[in-house]
């Protein structure tokens, strides 16, 4: 039975909403905000509830909130355009990571400010000022003496403009780069320190949006000095409820867990790691090693027996020089299944000359067909043009780690929570790994993002990362190992000794080897 609404009702219901969003937050969120995605209304969950009541009254606040969660599009958007519909005399701040992702969420303030139907029902005085960018802008009403921007936007170390602030968002300020060292995270704090509260008004309001990283990042520090703080999981740990039920239903956050339960507490759960919790959690590393029991070190795969579907690549990391303060050079080379499984077939290390690490890593290509991924630098840049040249048919490609390392679903991180998700398999023979394999596990058990990567986890996670970009078929000829051992020989006779001195002059460029090349 559809319902017919008069036009006059109609607009007796949006006076009504309009009057409410006024003196409600919340309200004025669902009512005004529109979806990213589709230009629909939003539906607050209950979480969105729960933040506007915490942030009212409250000069300093915390809230940690789950990844997808809308804390950007509740408050660093709808609550700043309610706080200056409300007071168009507030000069407010967005601070990000950088400047140019706070003025991501600036620049839909402005497109509120000058297009919302919905928010001039509400605030129809709500209107752009003079000055008009996303950097910083102005609203109409604001008082005419006043320099400082009604909306500013900056980043971690950049300049800020306005001598005093009534309102400031911090949001997504801290993330797996800003977080990964304790420099990095108290840096972040002192810039907030010295450069933000000090242009404080005496009723400024503070609201510190953050996914919960470390337990001495910025935001855990301030709650710890009485800062008023509170997460918003997106289930509740007390009662099992759904926080929005909206977006995430129980069979996304059961996906979710079941993809991914290494980040679980600390992305959905907002429960931060604890100053050195271990990555890799003993449980992953026992699980994957069962799956490989009875499996071993593979030397060489023919084409038969390579799975449909599945890719082949070696990852290197590469150390060049004998001494032992030099670091090891780790060859790992790594099948991918159909299913995504990633098993280790071979995995060697070692301090080798440059001859000795172009003949090695060559060799995977004769006996597994696989593509050779060799992290870039000036020195490693000329021992792959050197492979090239002695390699024939290998396929050899630069790997530029870059800051991604670092990151908690794509950096060596990841391997954990593929292996929390069991996805890799490691080969245990009868119970015990080989050296080798027990020398991976010790450089996971050890690993500190912080600190100086295994070389052994290097390789593997170069090789993981490479699968992940490239998702290239596999290609493998049959392969008759005896004659490629011998094209092999016949190649490494043809090289001159002048060659060979190139090469120790431009890859070794820390240690003087002398008589050992």
């Known amino acids: 039975m559809s319902v017919s609404i008069d036009r006059e009702s109609m607009v007796d219901v949006v006076r009504a909403m309009a009057s409410l969003s006024r003196v409600n937050p919340a309200t004025f969120c669902e009512f005004v905000l529109r979806d990213e995605r589709t230009a629909t209304q939003i539906v607050n969950g209950k979480m969105h509830e729960q933040w506007h009541e915490f942030i009212t009254g409250k000069p300093r606040c915390v809230i940690w909130a789950s990844v997808e969660s809308g804390k950007s599009q509740q408050i660093t958007i709808g609550r700043t355009l309610w706080e200056l519909g409300r007071d168009p005399s507030k000069r407010c701040l967005v601070i990000s990571k950088t400047k140019a992702q706070a003025e991501k969420f600036t620049r839909p303030l402005r497109h509120y400010i000058e297009s919302s139907h919905f928010l001039h029902i509400v605030f129809p005085h709500l209107k752009p000022g003079r000055r008009w960018t996303d950097g910083a802008f102005d609203v109409a009403g604001k008082p005419g003496a006043a320099k400082d921007a009604s909306v500013e936007a900056t980043g971690l170390d950049g300049n800020i403009l306005g001598a005093r602030y009534d309102w400031v968002v911090i949001d997504d300020l801290l993330d797996w780069e800003t977080t990964r060292t304790r420099y990095q ?179 995977q290509h004769e006996r597994f067909g696989s593509v050779i991924f060799v992290e870039s630098n000036a020195a490693q840049d000329f021992l792959v043009q050197f492979a090239r040249l002695e390699g024939g048919g290998a396929q050899i490609r630069r790997f530029n780690t870059g800051r991604t390392k670092w990151h908690p679903s794509f950096g060596v991180e990841g ?57 290239f078929p596999h290609r493998m000829e049959l392969i008759d190992h005896n004659e490629a051992q011998r094209k092999r020989k016949e190649r490494e006779d043809a090289i001159s000794a002048e060659l060979w001195d190139g090469i120790a002059s431009m890859v070794d460029l820390t240690d003087d080897i002398g008589e050992d090349w």
């Not at 919960?212 to 918003?232: C, F, I, K, P, T």
């Not at 780790?330 to 499984?341: E, F």
């Not at 023979?429 to 010790?442: C, H, I, K, V, W």
Request: glycine share 8%; with cysteine; proline share 4%.
């Open 185 to 363: 995270r108290e840096k972040g704090l002192s810039w907030l320190r010295s450069t933000v509260f000090g242009r404080l008004t005496a009723d400024a309001k503070v609201v510190f949006l953050a996914n919960a990283w470390e337990r001495d990042d910025a935001a855990h520090v301030l709650a710890s000095e009485g800062w008023e703080s509170m997460r918003s999981p997106l289930v509740d740990p007390d009662t099992n409820e759904l926080m929005w039920e909206e977006r995430w239903p129980r069979d996304r956050v059961e996906e979710w867990r079941k993809g991914n339960p290494a980040e679980f507490d600390r992305q959905i759960m907002c429960i931060a790691r604890r100053p050195g919790d271990q990555r890799f959690k003993d449980e992953w590393i026992d699980a994957c090693l069962a799956r490989g029991a009875g499996r071993t070190l593979v030397y060489a795969l023919g084409a038969d027996d390579i799975p449909e579907g599945a890719t082949i690549v070696t990852g290197v990391d590469l150390g060049v020089g004998l001494k032992q303060s030099n670091d090891l050079t780790a060859i790992a080379t790594v099948m991918c299944h159909k299913d995504g499984t990633r098993e280790l077939l071979w995995l060697e290390s070692g301090r080798w000359t440059a001859p000795e690490i172009v003949k090695r890593v060559l060799t």
């Open 415 to 471: 391997i954990a929570a593929e292996m929390s998700a069991g996805r890799w398999i490691f080969p245990s023979g009868t119970g015990t790994p080989d050296n080798e394999t027990r020398a991976l596990m010790d450089d996971m058990r050890f690993f500190d993002p912080a600190s100086h990567t295994g070389d052994r986890l290097m390789a593997l996670w170069i090789a993981r990362e490479a699968v992940r970009r490239s998702e």
